[in-house]
């Protein structure tokens, strides 16, 4: 894995930044989402990775160490990921604007890293990845923020 630090850093400080750069209309490149919904769809797997949000593991145990492995690997998500907890129809908005939307996301992003720095050591299930440390925790969310981003034409 590439620095921790850095990619909890672009978390913390610069993805919200990249996010209000983007046109609420910006076409993506693969997926069904439009921005507001992927920041919406972003602010629910943050909670997630903080715990806020328990959720049941449904990869099979001994998929777990091959899931995790692809984790820890600078190897992107490939486009279309599919996702089995998603709606084939993306839900509708919960914010009156994309800012809303950024603004609920840099709290739960906020929170994550308070969550983490209180509790060295917690671990948070993922539905997909199992049990996850900050480390896979902060890996995780950087490899889906720069998935998502990628979607809408942002290399970062």
């Given at each position: ?40 769809h ?73 969550v ?41």
């Amino acid at each position: 894995m590439e620095n921790i630090e850095h990619k909890a850093s672009f978390l913390r400080s610069e993805y919200t930044k990249a996010l209000s750069q983007l046109d609420a209309d910006a076409p993506r490149k693969w997926g069904k989402m439009n921005v507001q919904q992927m920041i919406e769809h972003m602010c629910d797997y943050v909670r997630i990775a903080s715990g806020k949000t328990p959720v049941e593991i449904i990869t099979p145990e001994d998929k777990l160490p091959r899931m995790q492995g692809f984790l820890a690997s600078e190897k992107p998500f490939p486009e279309n990921t599919p996702n089995v907890l998603m709606p084939d129809i993306p839900a509708p908005v919960r914010h009156a604007s994309k800012e809303d939307a950024i603004y609920e996301l840099q709290q739960e992003l906020d929170h994550f890293f308070a969550v983490h720095e209180q509790e060295e050591g917690r671990k948070t299930p993922n539905p997909f990845f199992g049990h996850l440390d900050y480390e896979l925790q902060v890996q995780l969310l950087h490899k889906h923020a720069k998935h998502h981003l990628m979607q809408f034409g942002v290399e970062v």
